[in-house]
């Protein structure tokens, strides 16, 4: 077993090591499966700049009021 930190909640968790995660050089599992299990998955329209769900595929509103604040070169990009 390999003991590994969940970046989200700083437990301690166990990561079995396996034949095909050595040779197919798997990444080590970067949080717990507690907080994985609460993690839902994004479907349908998001903002196309931060992901967030929404009705439209376009900018939140969100976004358009920090790219009106913050310099361009700030923002994060894709």
Known sequence: ?????CL?????FSQ????SALFLLKPDEKVCHS????????????????GRPQ????????CEVWK???SDSLLLRQ
């Open 68 to 70: 009106s604040r913050v």
């Open 16 to 19: 079995a090591v396996t034949w």
């Open 8 to 12: 989200l909640c700083d437990s301690q």
């Open 35 to 50: 907080c994985r299990s609460k993690f839902k998955k994004i479907t349908g329209q998001i903002c196309t700049l931060c």
């Open 1 to 5: 077993m390999h003991k590994l930190i």
């Open 55 to 62: 009705s439209v595929h376009a900018v939140c509103r969100d």
